[in-house]
T-cell receptor, first 109, second 112 residues
Framework: QKEVEQNSGPLSVPEGAIASLNCTYSDRGSQSFFWYRQYSGKSPELIMFIYSNGDKEDGRFTAQLNKASQYVSLLIRDSQPSDSATYLCAVNLNDKIIFGKGTRLHILP | EADIYQTPRYLVIGTGKKITLECSQTMGHDKMYWYQQDPGMELHLIHYSYGVNSTEKGDLSSESTVSRIRTEHFPLTLESARPSHTSQYLC???????????FGPGTRLLVL
């Protein structure tokens, strides 16, 4: 079992709708959780990180963490075409950042 | 904005050549990382360092080597490039306690 699992997609969402991206992790020792956005041919850029159970909001983005169920999600409200990218979930496990394969998100104009 | 730099950005080289990919950061971060990523594929950690004179191999076996003689500099060397080394190499850094990992722009390597 991979340490960080994501559905590879593509996930297609109409412009203006809510995009929901999910991620599960296998090691309960994981300490903190990250969402990165990566445009094709570019480097990943950090969108949000979360440590505690519950929701964390930043603008149109909300990260949700449920440690009991070992999943973390990212909601993007009012999706824009510029949100089309690959979204990488990552966890901090013993000071190493472990990345998932990423979910390709496509916002339909 | 992160101050982490990689050179060269693009490199086309013949088989058997020795190459060094440069990575520098001006943020004083103690932790630095090298990842390898093929197009559309996941990031694989190949090397990391937690400080000067500290280097460790990552999860993906790699024929490359790294050094960390100065805090700000973390070069990656391939002694003899092969076509299988063709990939994108991403450098990242973070400071202990901050956890936010900043990525450089990457080096795209093509070995013919």
């Amino acid at each position: 079992q991979k340490e960080v699992e994501q559905n590879s997609g593509p996930l297609s969402v109409p412009e203006g709708a809510i995009a929901s991206l999910n991620c599960t992790y296998s090691d309960r020792g994981s300490q903190s959780f990250f969402w990165y956005r990566q445009y094709s041919g570019k480097s990943p850029e950090l969108i949000m990180f979360i440590y505690s159970n519950g929701d964390k909001e930043d603008g149109r983005f909300t990260a949700q963490l449920n440690k009991a169920s070992q999943y973390v999600s990212l909601l993007i409200r009012d999706s824009q075409p510029s949100d089309s990218a690959t979204y990488l979930c990552a966890v901090n496990l013993n000071d190493k950042i472990i990345f998932g394969k990423g979910t390709r998100l496509h916002i339909l104009p | 904005e992160a101050d982490i730099y990689q050179t060269p950005r693009y490199l086309v080289i013949g088989t058997g050549k020795k190459i060094t990919l440069e990575c520098s950061q001006t943020m004083g971060h103690d932790k630095m990382y090298w990842y390898q990523q093929d197009p559309g594929m996941e990031l694989h950690l190949i090397h990391y360092s937690y400080g000067v004179n500290s280097t460790e191999k990552g999860d993906l076996s790699s024929e490359s080597t790294v050094s960390r003689i100065r805090t700000e500099h973390f070069p990656l060397t391939l002694e003899s490039a092969r076509p299988s080394h063709t990939s994108q190499y991403l450098c990242a850094s973070t400071q202990s306690g901050l956890e936010t990992q900043y990525f450089g722009p990457g080096t795209r390597l093509l070995v013919l």
